[in-house]
C-alpha cells in the first residue's frame, strides 16, 4: 500500500505543472567586527566564519574537527575568525584561558595554543595554561609577564559585549559571512551556507 501511494503521488506531480510564485525571504545576516580579532586562512576568503566560542565548553570542542575538514575540503575560499564569549557561570576558568590564547597570539601562536586548549579542554587552570605554553615552545617569561598583566582583559569583554548584542546566550554560535548558525552543527550544516555563498561569488 505504502509503495502504490508513493508511485500514485510521484505520478500525480510528474503530471502536474506547478509554478511557485513566493520567493525565498532574504537571508538576514549580521554585521560582526573581526578587525584585531585572529584568523586562520587567507584574508581575501570569500566566505569568512566568525565563531564565538569558550574554551571549556564541550560542545565548542566537539565542533573544533570540523573546521580543518573545511579549510582542506575549500581551500583559500574559507577563513576562520575566532571571537571569545567565556561562559564564566558555567566555566569559571574560560575568561583566563581566552586571555592567554591572545597572549600566545604575542607571540605568533594564538592558533597553536587555541588547539591545545582544546585538545585539553576542560583543563585551563593557572599551572596548565603555562604547560600549554611551555609545550608549544613559547618564550615563557613573556608569557607569564602578559597574561598575569591582565592585558587583553578588555579585549576579551569587548568580544564578550559584542556577543550579547548579537543576542548570544551560548556557545558555539557561528556567522557565515552573517549568517548565523548556533550548536555544534555536523559538518553538512557548514557546507550548505558555504557552498550557498560561494555560488554567489561565482
Known amino acids: 500500500m505504502a509503495a502504490r ?6 505520478g500525480l506531480r510528474a503530471k ?3 509554478t511557485t510564485y513566493l520567493k525565498p525571504p532574504e537571508v538576514y ?10 584568523t586562520r586562512g587567507v584574508a581575501e576568503a ?18 573544533q574537527p570540523r573546521f580543518a575538514e573545511l579549510l582542506k575540503k575549500y581551500g583559500g575560499k574559507v577563513r576562520l575568525v575566532h571571537k571569545d564569549l ?4 558555567l566555566h569559571p576558568q574560560a575568561r583566563q584561558a581566552a ?10 601562536k594564538f592558533w597553536e595554543f587555541h588547539d591545545k586548549l582544546y585538545e ?6 593557572n599551572e596548565d595554561l603555562k604547560s600549554y605554553a611551555k609545550e608549544i615552545g613559547l618564550n615563557l617569561d613573556n608569557f607569564e609577564r602578559c597574561y598575569t598583566s591582565g592585558r587583553y582583559k578588555a579585549a576579551v569583554q569587548k568580544d564578550l559585549v559584542e556577543g550579547a548584542a548579537l543576542g548570544l546566550t551560548g556557545t558555539p554560535a557561528f556567522f557565515i559571512n552573517g549568517r548565523e548558525l548556533s ?4 559538518l553538512e550544516a557548514f557546507t550548505a551556507i558555504i557552498d550557498e555563498e560561494l555560488a554567489l561569488v561565482k
Do not use: H, W
Not at 86 to 89: G, M, S
Not at 183 to 186: F, I, L, R, V, Y
Open 183 to 186: 550548536g555544534a552543527q555536523p
Open 86 to 89: 567565556p561562559l564564566e557561570e
Open 16 to 18: 502536474a505543472k506547478v
Open 120 to 125: 585539553y579542554s576542560p583543563k585551563a587552570s
Open 29 to 38: 545576516r549580521s554585521e560582526v567586527v573581526i578587525s584585531g580579532a585572529p
Open 5 to 10: 501511494k508513493s508511485e500514485f503521488l510521484s
Open 46 to 63: 570569500p566566505v569568512t566564519i566568525v565563531k564565538f566560542e569558550d574554551f571549556q565548553c564541550p560542545y565548542c570542542k566537539t565542533v
Open 99 to 108: 586571555e592567554a590564547s591572545r597572549c600566545a597570539g604575542d607571540q605568533g
